[in-house]
T-cell receptor
Framework: GENVEQHPSTLSVQEGDSAVIKCTYS??????FPWYKQELGKGPQLIID?????GEKKDQRIAVTLNKTAKHFSLHITETQPEDSAVYFC?????????????FGKGTHLIIQP | KAGVTQTPRYLIKTRGQQVTLSCSPI?????VSWYQQTPGQGLQFLFE???????NKGNFPGRFSGRQFSNSRSEMNVSTLELGDSALYLC?????????????FGEGSRLTVL
């Protein structure tokens, strides 16, 4: 089955700096890569996703890049703000979406230092 | 539109007991999936239901079971509780068919086994 590795497990950055979280996947059939953000006491929430026919996608301060050859994808957050502090999960799926075949990484705890 | 609702939010059980957790998906959503979240292990897939049928099951022992009702509400049951079952149990629903769409998570049921 799919295996998703996520690094780092904890990331501390100064407010205003950029943060990068990296994930690798093992199944070359994976074609959908969502990122979820989990704030304290809440369930994860989708913040951005990318499909395998796209190399990069941006949404304001958040961007995701995908390298299919190397089987890795990354989340980039620019101009970090205190509200970006949360746990971020990457995931990979070979079914194009939904829960079927969706495998999550173990998460990155992002800490924004004031 | 109400989000995914999970009950109870917190519960404490002792080893050997059983527990039932409930999940009400977003109105109109027909696919419900369950995840176990523990520190360091991320989100581990338990099972997914669509139209009252279990579509997929994760790598968990038979003590973990679930079901879905005709109104799409779902329950999961854990029998003969063990200390290692202490976790946050998250439910998610999707808007479209089983292989499409963003997962919408509830806030979870935090189970403590003493």
């Amino acid at each position: 089955g799919e295996n998703v590795e996520q690094h780092p497990s904890t990331l501390s950055v100064q407010e205003g700096d950029s943060a990068v979280i990296k994930c690798t996947y093992s199944d070359s059939a994976s074609n959908y890569f969502p990122w979820y953000k989990q704030e304290l006491g809440k369930g994860p929430q989708l913040i951005i996703d990318i499909r395998s026919n796209v190399g990069e996608k941006k949404d304001q301060r958040i961007a995701v890049t995908l390298n299919k050859t190397a089987k890795h994808f990354s989340l980039h957050i620019t101009e970090t703000q205190p509200e970006d502090s949360a746990v971020y999960f990457c995931a990979a799926s070979s079914s194009g979406g939904g829960a079927d075949g969706l495998t999550f990484g173990k998460g990155t705890h992002l800490i924004i230092q004031p | 539109k109400a989000g995914v609702t999970q009950t109870p939010r917190y519960l404490i059980k002792t080893r050997g007991q059983q527990v039932t957790l409930s999940c009400s998906p977003i109105s109109g959503h027909r696919s419900v999936s369950w995840y176990q979240q523990t520190p360091g292990q991320g989100l581990q897939f338990l099972f997914e239901y669509f139209s009252e049928t279990q579509r997929n099951k994760g790598n968990f022992p038979g003590r973990f079971s679930g079901r879905q009702f005709s109104n799409s509400r779902s329950e999961m049951n854990v029998s003969t509780l063990e200390l290692g079952d202490s976790a946050l149990y998250l439910c998610a629903s999707t808007a479209g068919g089983p292989n499409t769409g963003e997962l919408f998570f509830g806030e979870g049921s935090r189970l403590t086994v003493l």
